[in-house]
């Protein structure tokens, strides 16, 4: 019965919309990819742009009408908080972010913008310019980032014979009817902003003591989704088990695989680093632990209660079409 149940969970979120959405830029890839030139490496939470020293990230984010619609004042918020999770994924710190508005009602726009603004201020990161349409027939909003890394963590540096780990902060709540755990904005509004910056800054000192090179935030696409792209970029397979993914009490496992946490990141590492890492996350109470290991098999196997099932295999059917 738990093989049937498991291979119903798999095939439900391999079917999802989310997961298709991130097929889609397979498209993009095959008209764009031949137009990137030197680092820049296309299927990074970031571009990264050596810039001596360092490197420059820059990063945009686009937000889809019906949720602009339904909740403006948290997608102005998101706008910043993504972005902002996409830079620390890549191991650096926000600079400043730009946004693009489209709107049709002047009060959208109003609760958009606070939104924005509170989320500039929550991550500390100024919004300095944009594009702004109030006489719209839609409502719209996209933002960009600029950050910089001193070390890099990329999803393009994930090696057989690591760990994979997932760091969550569980102390959150469901943003219904979206699949949105929010662990951000409350702190926000509780005067507790300074908690998220120092939360953000975890995954650029973890790049700058050199215990990982590899990361990347859990997007939409859910956590085997982003653990899918993490592999199809570094060439490599993946083993999960689901025992191990750090969950909330009141979270079912087929609605937290398919969630889109605020804070939410996996890292690979080395065996001997890995405590390293775990360590530095639960010192500021953010759930932690290792979920899988990394292979070569090129597939991504998921283990639930001593069933295995593999859910994706990247040698026979490509995701993104990111693969060096």
Known sequence: MMASTLANLLHTLREGRALGAKQDIAKAMSILGSDVRGPARLGDDCAAIPDGDGYLLFASEGFQDSFVRAMPWFAGYCGVMVNASDIAAMGGRPVAVTDALWSDESDIAAAILTGLHDGARAYNVPVVGGHTNMRSTHNSLSVAILGRANALLSSFDARAGEVLI??????????????????????????????????LELLPDIAEAGLSRAAKDISM???LGTALMLAECSSIGMRITLEDIPRPDNAPMERWLSAFPSYGYLLTARPDDAQAILTRFQARGIAASIIGQCDDTKQLDVLWNGTQETFWDLATTPLMGCAP
């Open 166 to 199: 997932a760091a969550i902060d569980l102390r959150g709540r469901w943003h219904d009817p979206h699949p949105f755990w929010d662990a951000s904005s409350a702190l926000y509004t509780a005067g507790e902003a300074e908690r998220l910056r120092g939360d």
């Open 221 to 223: 696409a859910g956590l």
